[in-house]
């Protein structure tokens, strides 16, 4: 057992893990800022802001009151019908003025699986309501994560996560990453009165972080326009902030017709969802007289939105968004000669805070269990980061990382992955 870990007694199954080789777990039980302390009372510096939702970073008194406040009022009720709640209609209305282009409409979700499983239906059943039920093909990246629902399963690009389950979404096409033209090709060979969405995010996150060569979202967006194909744009990775916008289609010009939100929403502190569908895409359901007989039991959750509203402000009050393009300017350099040190194959930065530090393809096929270990040695030394099923490990802090924070994460990496060699 590791000096960083206690052992696993409780009948906790947890997400992706290997329950049967599960031997010791890692309680944490206190965090503050970008500080994590373990139930063995050591302090580890999370290098990944949780799975990339803690932007405001732990410990924020004023987003957990306004939580409280809201709990203690009205937790929640049904907004199904004509129920409604002011935290929920506010964050709508926050969200519809901070997004690109608009106005937008918004349905509330639990998190970002069900925003992609949400999208999906109501690509579909817009096609539906304008004469066209033959547009059921969604379209997807290669290496794109979307969650884990069927369908966002199935149209995620990671085969790992795909495998074992059969066809989940049988309408529906992986495209190569990073090629307008692969897109172009799939329209041409389907055709595009089949096809009802294209869904991408602008950066590819739990894929490996992959951004976008220059034009590619743009020229993806232009075929969407022209081939009458709703474009879905998933921020639930680089939407609050983390591209240095509230929304990174806002970076590249982007005007998408969908737009999800979730994880730094709330900056995790509570759960929630959001799917933005652009007023022309939403006009036939609130114009129109059709329904999206669509919803959860946590749709527009009040103490959810409170929270969600009250970190807004937080990242707003404290510049949030400026630290993010802080953090992204000095990555590059602080993971500078990492790549070729053996271990290390290269490091993917780029214009978000957010980076993959990739390991040696040769290493990895020699030695099945190497990323594990990595991610081990990198905690070890301090530092809390978790594996990519690409090879290689997520860095995307809190956005309230300090200069000195960053270079101490940084040398955590560094150091865990020296002691491999
Ligand atoms: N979409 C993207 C881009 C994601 O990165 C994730 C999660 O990492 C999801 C969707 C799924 O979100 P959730 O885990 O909240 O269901």
Redesign the pocket.
């Known amino acids: 057992m590791s000096s960083s870990a206690t052992l696993h007694t409780s009948s906790h199954w947890h997400p992706f893990q290997d329950m049967s080789a599960a031997r010791d777990q890692l309680v944490l039980t206190d965090a503050d800022g970008v500080w994590m302390t373990s139930s063995d009372g050591r302090r580890f510096l999370d290098a990944t802001a949780g799975?990339?939702f803690c932007h405001a970073g732990y410990g924020r008194r004023e987003i957990a009151d306004a939580a409280h406040a809201q709990l203690l009022r009205l937790h929640a009720y049904s907004t199904f019908g004509d129920y409604a709640n002011e935290p929920a209609d506010e964050l709508a209305d926050r969200l519809s003025d901070l997004a690109p282009g608009g106005p937008w409409k918004v349905l509330f979700t639990s998190?970002?699986?069900?925003?992609?499983e949400t999208a999906v239906k109501y690509a579909r059943r817009y096609w539906q309501a304008l004469g066209r039920p033959e547009r059921t093909m969604v379209l997807s990246r290669r290496d794109?994560?979307?969650?884990?629902?069927t369908a966002?399963t199935q149209i995620s690009g990671i085969p790992a996560n795909r495998s074992g389950y059969g066809p989940l979404l049988p309408d529906s096409r992986l495209i190569a990453r990073d090629d307008a033209q692969a897109l172009q090709a799939a329209i041409d060979e389907l055709g595009a009165e089949r096809i009802a969405a294209f869904v991408c995010?602008p950066i590819v996150?739990?894929g490996g972080v992959h951004f976008p060569p220059s034009g590619y979202l743009e020229t993806v967006a232009d075929i969407c326009r022209r081939n009458d194909i709703l474009f879905v744009v998933?921020?639930?990775?680089?939407g609050m902030g983390r591209a240095g916008a509230w929304f990174a289609s806002e970076n590249y010009g982007l005007e998408p017709d969908l737009l999800?939100a979730?994880?730094g929403l709330t900056s995790g502190y509570l759960?929630l969802?959001a799917v933005l569908v652009h007023q022309r895409v939403a006009a036939p359901f609130w114009e129109g007289g059709e329904v999206f007989r669509h919803g959860y039991t946590y749709s527009g959750h009040a103490a959810a939105a409170a929270a969600a509203l009250a970190n807004l402000d937080y990242l707003n009050e404290h510049g949030l968004l400026r630290d993010a393009d802080r953090i992204a300017a000095r990555l590059p350099e602080l993971f500078d000669g990492l790549g070729g040190d053996g271990v290390v194959q290269s490091v993917r930065t780029g214009p978000a805070a957010m980076a993959c530090v990739q390991l040696n393809a040769w290493l990895l096929r020699k030695d099945p269990l190497l990323l594990q270990r990595a991610v081990r040695a990198v905690r070890d030394a301090g530092v809390l980061t978790r594996p990519f099923a690409c090879g290689g490990l997520q860095i995307s802090p809190a956005l309230c990382a300090t200069d000195t924070e960053l270079e101490q994460m940084a040398e955590g990496v560094r150091k865990g992955l020296a002691s491999l060699l």
Request: glycine share 22%; aromatic share 8%.
């Open positions: 799975l990339w998190g970002g699986s069900d925003g992609v794109s994560y979307h969650g884990m629902h966002a995010e996150g739990a998933d921020e639930v990775t680089t999800l979730a994880k759960p969802g």
